[in-house]
């Protein structure tokens, strides 16, 4: 974590439409803190506006922007995050106004990806998608680009000139990253049809929710997982075996409520592992308030992306931490014999209850992983249906 001395401290912004209810609102709002905690900028305050439909011109009302704006000043404020993408005018508008950085859900998660970034291929997706998104919010915004440094968000202040000089090497440096992923694109592309006939499974789901904790735990591999938004950039791909049976296992960028399109866009590549995979497996953390949601997003996302169709296992993970409220108002912990009675069981044949820190029915995973990896394989080498005879059920 960040020293207190060198985060920058923000009051984080929300208008809640018609038919949101405060449990919603909240959610929201905590996921956009976690947000701005990943990219080491401290929460003072949140602010909510309930409005039928957000400003033309500056998103939220007068009234609610003089009250930021008196707290900001008054506790040195110097970031303000929107929970919503801003319309380039309306960003113009609220800096002109509040005489501050602004910040919105699009940038401050863009904003992630570029710390997160690794490799060069990573690094490649983020820098377009972040330049795609500030070529039409330049004007007002940028000094020259080369004199632009690291922090989030983008400094102000340039003349006319320089800022048609900008666009225009954003224009030309579009362009070149561009070409540069279709030649990574042609690649990748290579190296997925390099593996062969070998029946392939993607690991989806939302941010968070531990698939890379689930892929270590099922290829015994070391990939980097950490209690924080988008640890996972780079799609990282493992051979598993499950009885005899060979696979290939890879683990995505997790998926989040208004993923930015600019992103889906650039990380074409990494998401057709999606798209191109046998078998999905799609985590979701059961102990989230509002995972019921997180799992629509994802759904959302598979449809958008033309995954939707695919044999998939839904996997509710984080037992552990779940807990119910029975009708005199106990809490407590069901048991995994309750859980796959449960409406989440019948939802989909192919569900499993797990925890994988706490290794809690991984055995039932790992057949389940099995018939589906099994079926793909001998659908594709009917021949080969003696070698991998079926399994039965795990016993919980």
């Known amino acids: 974590m960040v020293e207190e001395s060198n985060q920058e ?36 305050r949140r602010f909510v506006q309930r409005l039928d439909r957000p400003h033309t011109s500056t998103f939220i009302g007068t009234g609610k922007i003089r009250e930021i704006a008196e707290f900001a000043e008054a506790n040195g404020t110097n970031v303000i995050i929107f929970d919503d993408e801003l319309t380039p005018t309306q960003q113009r508008n609220l800096e002109r106004e509040l005489k501050l950085k602004i910040l919105d859900r699009t940038s ?31 004007s007002g ?6 004199r632009q440094r690291g922090g989030t968000g983008t400094r102000g202040g340039a003349g006319e ?21 279709v030649q990574i694109d042609r690649q990748m592309s290579v190296q997925r049809k390099g593996r062969g006939g070998i029946v392939r499974v993607a690991l989806v789901g939302y941010t968070n929710v531990g698939k890379s904790t689930l892929m270590n735990l099922l290829s015994k591999s070391d990939i980097f997982a950490e209690d924080k ?31 930015p399109h600019l992103l889906v866009e650039s990380f074409k590549s990494t998401l057709d592992e999606v798209r191109e995979a046998d078998v999905l497996v799609h985590v979701a953390d059961i102990s989230h308030p509002l995972f019921e949601d997180q799992v629509n997003v994802v ?9 939707a169709d695919k044999p998939t296992i839904m996997v509710f993970n984080k037992v552990d931490r779940y807990t119910s409220i029975d009708p005199d108002g106990t809490v407590r912990h069901p048991p995994l014999g309750e859980l796959q009675r449960s409406w989440m069981a019948r939802s989909n044949g192919r569900t499993v209850f797990v925890s994988a820190r706490e290794r809690i029915n991984i055995d039932a995973l790992r057949q389940m992983l099995y018939r589906e990896a099994r079926e793909a394989h001998v659908g594709r080498y ?10 039965p059920v795990a016993e919980s």
């Not at 915004?141 to 080369?146: A, G, I, K, R």
């Not at 000089?165 to 992923?181: E, F, G, H, N, S």
């Not at 759904?299 to 995954?307: F, K, M, P, V």
């Open 9 to 44: 401290l923000a009051v984080l912004v929300s208008v809640a439409l018609r038919g949101q209810d405060e449990a919603q609102v909240t959610d929201y709002l905590d996921e956009l803190e976690f947000l701005a905690q990943t990219a080491h900028i401290a929460t003072q």
């Open 141 to 146: 915004m940028w000094t020259h680009l080369e």
């Open 229 to 259: 938004l988008f640890a996972t950039l780079d799609t990282t791909v493992r051979k598993v075996v499950v009885g005899n049976l060979p696979f290939l296992l890879s683990d995505t960028v997790g998926f989040i409520r208004k993923l």
């Open 299 to 307: 759904n959302q996302t598979l449809r958008d992306i033309g995954a």
């Open 382 to 391: 009917p021949y080969d249906n003696f070698l991998y005879p079926d399994l």
């Open 108 to 138: 401050l998660i863009l904003d992630i990806f570029v710390q997160r970034a690794q490799t060069a291929y990573a690094k490649t997706q983020v820098q377009l998608a972040r330049l795609q998104y500030l070529l039409p919010r330049l």
């Open 161 to 181: 000139r320089e800022i048609e000089t900008d666009r225009r090497l954003v224009r030309d440096r579009i362009a070149k990253l561009k070409a540069d992923l």
